[in-house]
């Protein structure tokens, strides 16, 4: 009986080795030998700036999405970024923890990307009482001056839940709430990707979740995390008519599942796996929104939030150390996190190294001061770039990374981070 015991948990651990063996050495094992600060496209000195706010409620930003406004023909004739900001974030948070106050609730901001100019979205017609706490959020464009369709998942205190708003170019301070969407299937929803005004992607990122009665809480959720387990899932929701919803499952046994993006051509749509330190990428149905799985590609840190710019490069944004993470969100004396941001280009299939014999002890990612080849094998299909490092010092616990390739500028939001920092080339 021992004999089989002991079987079962060598296979358990050999499982655990083979598929976090890598992010387990580098993410939490060792401390990433990162740079104070390094900008791919120049000194981030004087390349680089932090737009802060002076009641410290631009802080702990840990989504943000492109706001564009097209013109008639369809061309994006302005472009903003919208960003979801909780200061309370250290007192309340239903993913890593702790869940000791939700009040007060958190702010949405407006950058202009012309010229960083900054104003507070304010919530109009929001419930009185009703706590607001963002975290991942996407918005459709805004055709010819018509309203945008906002979504925003929402950890509020009873529970997890997505607010549904419409913002207008005539008046984009001001989010008009429509509704609050609910369900039991909204069990930890983290990130999201529209695909019409009235349908979208959520990932929920864990079954067992914080909510949870103490001891099952932080303990399950916190073996979940660590051990890697598959028990996450991606689904596709449709709001209907009467404000009730369309649940379908669309991606399963994902670790962590996280953020979610939907390529420019709406044909592949991209799922972070955190614990795991992956991407996986599937092709989708435009027509039904229904996903197979292609291929995974490893990246250096525990992935966060992810997005595709115009050109179809994936930009994917993590914490390379997850201990010191957890440190920072506890508010340990001195503690500081580090950021990792690249980008994934996809190659040719005819690209000499695109093939297994060539990828696998390929080096690349040579500008870098900490090379991403040092932390993960080359991938087959898609060239991986650092964007930024920083070992926290400069600019720390980095969750998403936006890429304007109309100048290049590159956007980026800390967890437990003041401000929103701006590079641009």
């Given at each position: 009986?021992?004999?089989?015991?002991?079987a079962a948990?060598?296979?358990?651990?050999?499982t655990?080795?083979?598929?976090?063996?890598?992010v387990?050495?580098?993410?939490?094992?060792t401390?990433?030998?990162?740079?104070?600060?390094?900008y791919?496209n120049g000194?981030?000195?004087?390349?680089?700036?932090?737009?802060?706010?002076?009641?410290h409620?631009?802080n702990?930003?840990?989504?943000?999405?492109f706001w564009?406004?097209?013109d008639?023909?369809?061309?994006?004739?302005?472009?903003?970024?919208i960003?979801?900001?909780d200061p309370?974030?250290?007192?309340?948070?239903t993913?890593?923890?702790?869940?000791h106050?939700?009040?007060?609730r958190g702010?949405l901001?407006?950058?202009d990307?012309q010229d960083?100019?900054?104003?507070r979205?304010?919530l109009?017609?929001?419930?009185?009482?009703?706590?607001f706490?963002?975290?991942?959020?996407e918005?459709t464009?805004?055709?010819?001056?018509?309203?945008s369709t906002?979504?925003?998942?929402?950890?509020a205190?009873?529970?997890?839940?997505i607010?549904?708003f419409?913002?207008?170019p005539?008046a984009?301070?001001?989010?008009?709430?429509?509704r609050?969407?609910?369900s039991?299937?909204?069990?930890?929803p983290?990130?999201?990707?529209?695909?019409?005004?009235?349908?979208?992607?959520?990932?929920n990122d864990?079954?067992?979740?914080?909510?949870?009665p103490?001891?099952?809480?932080?303990?399950?959720?916190l073996v979940?995390?660590?051990?890697?387990l598959p028990?996450s899932w991606?689904?596709h929701v449709?709001v209907?008519?009467?404000?009730t919803?369309?649940?379908?499952?669309?991606?399963?046994?994902?670790?962590?599942?996280?953020?979610v993006?939907?390529s420019?051509?709406?044909?592949t749509l991209?799922?972070?796996s955190?614990?795991?330190?992956?991407?996986?990428?599937?092709d989708?149905?435009t027509?039904?929104?229904a996903?197979?799985?292609?291929e995974?590609?490893?990246?250096?840190?525990?992935?966060?939030?992810i997005?595709?710019?115009?050109?179809?490069?994936l930009?994917?944004?993590?914490?390379?150390?997850?201990p010191?993470l957890?440190?920072v969100?506890?508010?340990?004396t001195d503690?500081?996190?580090?950021?990792w941001?690249?980008?994934?280009?996809?190659?040719?299939?005819d690209?000499h190294?695109a093939?297994?014999?060539?990828?696998v002890?390929?080096?690349?990612?040579l500008?870098?001061?900490?090379?991403?080849s040092e932390v993960?094998s080359?991938?087959e299909g898609w060239?991986?770039?650092t964007?930024?490092?920083?070992d926290?010092?400069?600019f720390?616990?980095?969750?998403t990374a936006l890429r304007?390739?109309?100048?290049?500028a590159?956007?980026?939001i800390?967890?437990y981070e003041?401000?929103l920092?701006v590079?641009?080339p």
């Open positions: 009986m021992l004999s089989r015991v002991f948990l060598a296979v358990l651990l050999a655990f080795i083979y598929r976090s063996g890598r387990t050495k580098h993410g939490i094992l401390l990433p030998a990162l740079p104070p600060s390094y791919v000194d981030v000195e004087t390349h680089c700036s932090l737009i802060q706010e002076s009641s409620t631009l702990y930003c840990e989504d943000m999405t564009d406004h097209l008639v023909n369809g061309t994006v004739a302005s472009r903003f970024v960003a979801g900001c309370n974030r250290k007192a309340w948070n993913v890593m923890g702790p869940l106050n939700a009040d007060p702010y901001w407006l950058v990307t960083n100019s900054l104003q979205i304010e109009e017609g929001y419930p009185e009482g009703h706590d706490h963002p975290l991942g959020l918005v464009p805004s055709q010819d001056g018509a309203p906002l979504y925003i998942v929402n950890h205190r009873e529970k997890t839940v607010e549904h419409v913002i207008s005539d984009p301070t001001q989010a008009l709430w429509q609050t969407l609910s039991p299937w909204f069990v930890s983290n990130a999201l990707a529209i695909t019409n005004e009235t349908s979208f992607y959520v990932s864990h079954l067992m979740t914080r909510r949870l103490f001891p099952l809480a932080p303990i399950l959720p979940e995390s660590i051990a890697g028990l991606l689904a449709t209907n008519p009467d404000g919803i369309t649940h379908e499952l669309a991606a399963l046994g994902v670790a962590f599942s996280n953020g993006a939907i420019p051509d709406g044909t991209a799922l972070s955190t614990t795991l330190g992956q991407i996986y990428f599937y989708r149905n027509t039904t929104n996903l197979k799985y292609r995974t590609v490893n990246v250096p840190f525990f992935s966060d939030n997005m595709f710019d115009e050109h179809g490069a930009i994917a944004t993590g914490h390379p150390h997850f010191s957890v440190a969100a506890a508010n340990k503690a500081r996190a580090p950021s941001s690249v980008s994934l280009t996809p190659l040719a299939k690209t190294f093939k297994s014999a060539h990828a002890d390929r080096k690349y990612d500008r870098a001061p900490l090379s991403a993960v080359a991938s060239e991986l770039e964007l930024f490092q920083s926290g010092s400069v720390g616990t980095s969750t304007d390739v109309r100048t290049g590159l956007y980026m800390g967890l003041e401000g920092m590079c641009r």
